[in-house]
């Protein structure tokens, strides 16, 4: 199952990286919840669509440093360049990613702005 999981997020991540958030939750489940650690959380898909739909967009650039798969969850952590405001701001990220019978069910980001 590890390595499922890990084919599973890295299809997700290449869907963010693209911006395409239909190919996103075609991996998810109905009732996926997406945290963003210091926000509230988004739960569902319809939630998540509204949400993404306010952001730029450009899809963020970003590498992944290192991915850890422990069971049904994957945690990757990197760096990312998100447009604001017409400029190119950088952070630091670490995702977990929970799943749940081959579909993603949570993911909760740790997002930190870097010099």
């Known amino acids: 199952m590890p390595a499922t999981n890990r084919a599973i997020v890295?299809?997700?991540?290449?869907?963010?990286?693209?911006?395409?958030?239909?190919?996103?939750?075609?991996?998810?489940?109905?009732?996926?919840?997406?945290t963003m650690v210091g926000s509230e959380p988004v739960v569902g898909k319809a939630a998540v669509r509204e949400w993404m739909a306010k952001a730029p967009p450009e899809a963020p650039r970003f590498t992944t440093d290192t991915v850890i798969v422990d069971g049904d969850f994957v945690t990757c952590i990197g760096d990312v360049t998100m447009p604001e405001d017409g400029k190119d701001v950088n952070y630091a990220y670490c995702d977990v990613w929970r799943l749940e019978g081959g579909k993603i069910a949570e993911l909760k980001a740790f997002v930190i702005k870097t010099p």
């Open 10 to 34: 890295d299809k997700a991540n290449e869907a963010f990286a693209r911006n395409d958030v239909e190919a996103l939750l075609a991996l998810c489940r109905e009732d996926f919840t997406w």
